[in-house]
């Protein structure tokens, strides 16, 4: 029997594993579909989405390695192999990368975080939609999200903001366990 959204909601998960295969086109086609259902103050569409697959993961993984080699000359410090080698494989983690921009467009009504969180909605969306079409993925930031010589190198200008890499494919392993939150713990009633 399929699961309800609501079901699809309550039992997702990020899925830091994953392998080939990807989504095929027809299931990605819905996965950007619903991204682009995402909440959007005056609509706007602030966003944009790179794909990155293959053999250009690798171009990437260069990148997060010259960028932090730079940023570590700037500290004096110097990277390791090892530490570079890290750096080279993060993007080969999944098959597809999807780099969520927000576009950051200058508006007098929508302020930029307004525009980040509307990019964030949609990086949510299409976990579940994977999720729901048995993929899985997982939303990463970190150091390289923010790093001008990654920006430039994925042609993302300065202005915009690189709000998450989605690391897309085939979850490997067993779904992790859900912790059990309490609602009563984070709403409640306002008492002015
Ligand atoms: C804006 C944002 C940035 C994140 N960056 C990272 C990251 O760089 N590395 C990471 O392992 N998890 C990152 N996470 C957390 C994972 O995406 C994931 O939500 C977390 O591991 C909890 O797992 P769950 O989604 O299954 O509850 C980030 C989450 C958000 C919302």
Known sequence: MQSSPVDQLLSRVSNPRLSEPSPSPEILDEVFRCALRAPDHMRLRPWRYLLVEGAHRE???????????????????????TQREK??????RAPLIIV????????????MHEQELSVGAGLSYMLLALQSNGFGGIWRTGDMAENAHVKAGLGVQAQERIVGFLYVGTPLGDPKKIEPLDPADFFKVWQP
């Open 87 to 92: 750096l080279r494989k993060m993007p080969l």
């Open 100 to 111: 969520a921009i927000s576009k950051n467009l200058p508006h007098a009504k929508v302020p």
């Open 59 to 81: 171009f990437l993984g260069n990148l997060f390695e010259t960028a932090s080699i730079e940023a570590s000359m700037q500290r004096d410090e110097t990277l390791s192999e």
